[in-house]
Antibody, heavy 118, light 107 residues
Framework: EVQLVESGGGLVQPGGSLRLSCAAS????????MNWVRQAPGKGLEWVSY????????YYADSVKGRFTISRDNAKNSLYLQMNSLRAEDTAVYHC???????????WGQGTLVTVSS | AIQMTQSPSSLSASVGDRVTITCRAS??????LGWYQQKPGKAPKLLIY???NLQSGVPSRFSGTGSGTDFTLIISSLQPEDFATYYC?????????FGQGTKVEIK
């Protein structure tokens, strides 16, 4: 069974940093591209970042470019999102999502809540 | 970035109704579009990929049509478990962009 489990969320002050993790199981992690998607409270879905299966290709949303860094460790079946210079508008539930065939986001984690507040 | 305009933003419907949700892309995205369902407090769930392909395990009352810039999600006979928020997602290029969402509520 495919499972994606996020962790690392919490309360952080504006300007602070946080590192999110996504532990994958039930599939060959190194064969799949991965994404982070977030959802602010009461708002819609917002794509955040993409990483190819080898980590050689990476994309970011303009809203996080220069502040967030996506990475992966295929030996540990894990995806990461390093978030620096956090702002109140980064407050959201962050989901990792597997990109299956045809670029579909076929499996999602339940998410981890990041709250940026003083 | 490609803009995805989804409508309506919300609708009220009864069990058994036929429901139609539309999504318009700001440029040609071929058939690179997915539809996702999200219930409160839950992760989104893939329903349709490549505009018209039903994801494994998804009931056949869900269907998708369209290509280019105009796309439609159809629920042929609304069931109680279908009350949720639905999003389209363009999978043509990066940055990926979602529609604003359509909340389907009970009439």
């Amino acid at each position: 069974e495919v499972q994606l489990v996020e962790s690392g969320g919490g309360l952080v002050q504006p300007g602070g940093s946080l590192r999110l993790s996504c532990a994958a199981s039930g599939f060959t992690f190194s064969s799949y591209e991965m994404n982070w998607v977030r959802q602010a409270p009461g708002k819609g879905l917002e794509w955040v970042s993409y990483i190819s299966n080898t980590g050689s290709t990476i994309y970011y949303a303009d809203s996080v470019k220069g502040r967030f860094t996506i990475s992966r460790d295929n030996a540990k079946n894990s995806l990461y999102l390093q978030m620096n210079s956090l702002r109140a508008e980064d407050t959201a539930v962050y989901h990792c999502a597997r990109e299956g065939g045809s670029d579909r986001f076929d499996y999602w984690g339940q998410g981890t809540l990041v709250t940026v507040s003083s | 970035a490609i803009q995805m305009t989804q409508s309506p933003s919300s609708l009220s419907a009864s069990v058994g109704d036929r429901v139609t949700i539309t999504c318009r892309a700001s440029q040609d995205i071929r058939n690179d579009l997915g539809w996702y369902q999200q219930k409160p407090g839950k992760a989104p769930k893939l329903l349709i990929y490549d505009a018209s392909n039903l994801q494994s395990g998804v009931p056949s009352r869900f269907s998708g049509t369209g290509s280019g810039t105009d796309f439609t999600l159809i629920i042929s006979s609304l069931q109680p478990e279908d009350f949720a928020t639905y999003y389209c997602l363009q999978e043509y290029n990066y940055p990926r962009t979602f529609g604003q969402g359509t909340k389907v509520e009970i009439k």
